[in-house]
């Protein structure tokens, strides 16, 4: 057994998996840092300036996957979402991995880009 996590969800108790069971098939991250400087935006990240985010997908081989992000409010932020969201996703028509990236990204209140982004990481689809 690999590496286990614990993935906390929305509305429902946190999950704990087998990293090597569930790799990561989409990831992103960002913040709200506007500037061009990285020294600057190190030094900003370094004190807890800015706000920090991401989303990650990880996927069974069954065909489930568990999208969920983080959102780390800087010490002034204006921010009004959870600091941590996810949602299970089962293979169903009804139920989209792209629709769970996009409901878990509203739930953390993180840019549509961020949103845009992780879907974009997806594997392509063959048609």
Known sequence: ???TRTI???GRRPVTIDEDE???IAKTSGDNYDGTDP???WQASDRGEIDEY???VRQHEDGRAIVYGTYA???HSGHE???HAGYVVTPDKNHTIEHAIQQTGTDLGVPAQL???CIADLPAERL
């Open 39 to 41: 020294a600057r935006h």
């Open 115 to 117: 949103v845009a982004d």
């Open 81 to 83: 979402g959870l600091t």
């Open 54 to 56: 991401s989303l990650r």
């Open 73 to 75: 409010e800087s010490w």
């Open 22 to 24: 569930w790799p990561v």
């Open 8 to 10: 906390t969800l929305t």
């Open 1 to 3: 057994m690999g590496k």
